[in-house]
T-cell receptor, first 113, second 111 residues
């Protein structure tokens, strides 16, 4: 069975500083990878996804992520964060041929003015 | 185009009461899902459906039932609510091989 690990439950970052949110997955078969964002009291919104092709994926709001198969990682990065990036971020994995998503436990990103 | 909508937004139940959560999507998606979100546990799949008239169990199905009588609707039922079912419930829908789109959530408290 597949699993997703987000080691950092909370990440505080100063405004305009860079940030990296870590995601590692475990699976015996090939996977698709996703990052979702949840703003306070809202549903989840897709930030970006890796299905195939280039391992560097760009998403909305200036975020990007890199798929590293050897390290089974899909870390999310942004070079300069803003107050509006305050949210919870979820990494998720989906197996090839399967529509179900398995989510990590989430990372709460707090931006310090 | 409303996307995925959920009814109600908030609900408070007493232990043992029953209720139904409604999810509706207007994107003609085949797949629909119900998740629950609890602090520190991410989202966990309760039940899902791969098409009208079909349902299947997810990771945490106990205490819940679902029905998909129409393609655009997916109902989640609690027959006898328990405090452990206090959670935020999210519905999602997708086409085959595509992104899952989420509703705004229902916050349920069971006293």
């Amino acid at each position: 069975a597949q699993s997703v690990t987000q080691l950092d439950s909370q990440v505080p970052v100063f405004e305009e500083a860079p940030v990296e949110l870590r995601c590692n997955y475990s699976s015996s078969v090939s996977v698709y990878l996703f990052w979702y964002v949840q703003y306070p009291n809202q549903g989840l919104q897709l930030l970006l996804k890796y299905l195939s092709g280039s391992t560097l994926v760009k998403g909305i709001n200036g975020f990007e992520a890199e798929f590293n198969k050897s390290q089974t990682s899909f870390h999310l990065r942004k070079p300069s964060v803003h107050i509006s990036d305050t949210a919870e971020y979820f990494c998720a994995v989906r197996l090839f041929g399967n529509e179900k998503l398995t989510f990590g436990t989430g990372t709460r990103l707090t931006i310090i003015p | 185009n409303a996307g995925v909508t959920q009814t109600p937004k908030f609900r408070v139940l007493k232990t043992g009461q029953s209720m139904t959560l409604l999810c509706a999507q207007d994107m003609n998606h085949e797949y629909m899902y119900w998740y629950r979100q609890d602090p520190g546990m991410g989202l966990r799949l309760i039940h899902y459906s791969v098409g009208e008239g079909t349902t299947a169990k997810g990771e945490v199905p106990d205490g819940y039932n679902v029905s998909r009588l129409k393609k655009q609707n997916f109902l989640l039922g609690l027959e006898s609510a328990a405090p452990s079912q206090t959670s935020v419930y999210f519905c999602a829908s997708s086409s085959y091989g595509d992104t899952q789109y989420f509703g705004p959530g229902t916050r349920l408290t069971v006293l």
